[in-house]
T-cell receptor, first 112, second 118 residues
């Protein structure tokens, strides 16, 4: 399978709570990226973390990367109803080229 | 900068017809573009890597004669779904690597094309 795995597959939380999504992948990578997709829409790039980085922040987003476990997590703090979307991790395998492989995604629903 | 467009944004066609989808990098040159397919409530599946001036590289399980890819210039790649059938109905998304000299590792995604085959 192309895809890595993400968990949970779906997450429902109250506004103001934190949301944590996890991603595991299969091959060695150059970088890992997180994207957001609103229903039926295109992708929005959230953050990129390189293989030699362990943690990165952007606003309310915090991403961690553990290359030894081939896993990453995305934390959204103080969630808002507008954060409701699907979140995907995507990896760039270090096999040459710039191919990007997407995880299965987590559907986040933030209740107002 | 680094905007990618797709045309059309949606298309409805009859079974057996062919449909062409265009992917353009509007303000930068992209030597490599990628085509993805996304079924409802699923993730994006990479179909093929499109390189300007050479044949596309297809992922395992993707029929190259079914999904024809042409990357005629540094700003345009096209995907043609030949003899479309209802099971080809999907959301097709293209992406292009970032402008040369900048973040090549960053992909910029088009808004997607929704195909419905009746």
């Amino acid at each position: 399978s192309q895809q890595g795995e993400e968990d949970p597959q779906a997450l429902s939380i109250q506004e103001g709570e934190n949301a944590t999504m996890n991603c595991s992948y299969k091959t060695s990578i150059n970088n890992l990226q997180w994207y957001r997709q609103n229903s039926g829409r295109g992708l929005v790039h959230l953050i990129l973390i390189r293989s030699n980085e362990r943690e990165k922040h952007s606003g309310r987003l915090r991403v961690t990367l553990d290359t030894s476990k081939k896993s990453s997590s995305l934390l959204i703090t103080a969630s808002r109803a507008a954060d409701t979307a699907s979140y995907f991790c995507a990896t760039a395998p270090n096999t040459g080229g710039f191919k990007t492989i997407f995880g299965a995604g987590t559907r986040l629903f933030v209740k107002a | 900068g680094a905007v990618v467009s797709q045309h059309p944004s949606w298309v409805i066609c009859k079974s057996g017809t062919s449909v062409k989808i265009e992917c353009r990098s509007l303000d930068f040159q992209a030597t490599t573009m990628f085509w993805y397919r996304q079924f409802p409530k699923q993730s994006l599946m990479l179909m093929a890597t499109s390189n300007e001036g050479s044949k596309a590289t297809y992922e395992q399980g993707v029929e190259k004669d079914k999904f024809l890819i042409n990357h005629a210039s540094l700003t345009l790649s096209t995907l043609t779904v030949t003899s479309a059938h209802p099971e080809d109905s999907s959301f097709y998304i293209c992406s292009a690597n970032g402008p040369k000299g900048l973040a090549l590792e960053t992909q910029y995604f088009g808004p997607g094309t929704r195909l419905l085959v009746l």
